[in-house]
């Protein structure tokens, strides 16, 4: 039975972005040796998209799918808050038909997205 998801991020300063998500999201983690860590997430969901050339990745000699990664939050103008109170900057928030949206900028200077649902959601869903 799958358990768990393991999602991989890439960053050019990878113990920048380590940091961020250790230090201001507070997000758990376990020390797997030599500064490695691994952070437990939120509750989770997936969703297909249509992809495009650029959307498909290549990893440990494999086709894998494409990902983009946006965290939820249900109060997006408290959380941009929290994040500003900590010295991280948000791009625009945006209003789409599936959510208000920003980017939070990472150390590296990737971004990650962050978005307040206007959909259901499927995250505390039970398997069968």
């Not at 797997?32 to 691994?38: A, D, S, Y």
């Not at 948000?90 to 206007?118: D, H």
Request: hydrophobic share 40%; charged share 20%.
């Amino acid at each position: 039975m799958i358990n768990g998801a393991h999602v991989l991020l890439y960053s050019e300063k990878p113990e920048l972005d380590r940091a961020f998500l250790q230090d201001v999201l507070q997000f758990p983690y376990v020390d797997v040796g030599h500064g490695w860590l691994i952070f437990a997430l939120p509750p989770a969901e997936v969703a297909i998209h249509p992809a495009d050339g650029e959307t498909v990745g290549q990893h440990a000699e494999h086709r894998q799918i494409g990902a983009v990664l946006y965290l939820m939050c249900d109060d997006i103008v408290a959380e941009i808050a929290m994040l500003k109170s900590k010295g991280v900057s948000c791009t625009e928030v945006a209003e789409e038909r599936w959510g208000v949206r920003t980017t939070i900028q990472l150390p590296s200077g990737s971004e990650i997205g962050l978005y307040q649902p206007k959909h259901a959601v499927a995250y505390g869903l039970k398997r069968n």
